[in-house]
């Protein structure tokens, strides 16, 4: 089965644009989840939909959204660019309430 | 108050040596699953262990195995016969019963084995 996979890998990006990045779960997922990584905050829950219903969201500002489409591939925006939304974001999949499998990230920098 | 600590930010183990790797977690939540995840300098995140709040056993993979001490709530990841490829950071991270598959991670520790 071919794993978690994160379009793009790299992006740059300056202050004020919008941004959207791309996650497709391993084949008979239905859970996508999202994550932030940053030297200073950590790893942080975004959100996570299930069968294109958000089901979690953590505290991150409005400007952050996503959705899940029918074949579950996810996407997630950012709209009005902040330095501080650089970041490793990691898409995460699952069939149920189980282990997590995680992709490669996008390495988002914010200029 | 932080859910998941990790108290050693970076670690040293020499090859073929064992290691422990401390977690505590914090939750009022009398269901919940404890995991550990690897990351290495390519930043991908890789699954090694889970251990549930009822499991009466210490989980086992492999080299892998989970010290969960439920009392004290902590559930240290023991690596066994440590290689080279181990070097990376390991974070903890906790998914409490009603929050689907949101994971609360740790701050990690960077494992570092010196051949």
């Known amino acids: 089965k071919a794993g978690v996979t994160q379009t793009p890998r790299y992006l740059i990006k300056t202050r004020g644009q919008q941004v959207t990045l791309s996650c497709s779960p391993i084949?008979?997922?239905?859970?996508v989840s999202w994550y932030q990584q940053t030297p200073g905050q950590g790893l942080q829950f975004l959100f996570e939909y299930f069968s294109e219903t958000q089901r979690n969201k953590g505290n991150f500002p409005g400007r952050f959204s996503g959705r899940q489409f029918s074949n579950s591939r996810s996407e997630m925006n950012v709209s009005t660019l902040e330095l501080g939304d650089s970041a490793l974001y990691l898409c995460?999949?699952?069939?149920?309430?189980?282990?997590?499998?995680f992709g490669p990230g996008t390495r988002l920098t914010v200029l | 108050a932080q859910k998941i600590t990790q108290t050693q930010p970076g670690m040293f183990v020499q090859e073929k040596e064992a290691v422990t790797l401390d977690c505590t977690y914090d939750?009022?939540?009398?269901?919940?699953?404890l995991f550990w995840y690897k990351q290495p300098s390519s930043g991908e995140m890789i699954f090694l262990i889970y251990q549930g709040s009822y499991d009466e056993q210490n989980a086992t993979e492999g080299r892998y195995s989970l010290n969960f001490q439920k009392a004290r709530k902590s559930a240290n990841l023991v690596i066994s016969a440590s290689q080279l490829g181990d070097s990376a950071m390991y974070f903890c991270a906790m998914r409490e019963h009603n929050a689907g598959n949101m994971l609360t991670f740790g701050g990690g520790t960077r494992l570092m084995v010196k051949p």
């Open positions: 084949s008979g997922h239905r859970s």
């Open positions: 939750t009022s939540d009398q269901s919940y699953g």
């Open positions: 995460a999949s699952s069939p149920q309430r189980s282990e997590q499998f």
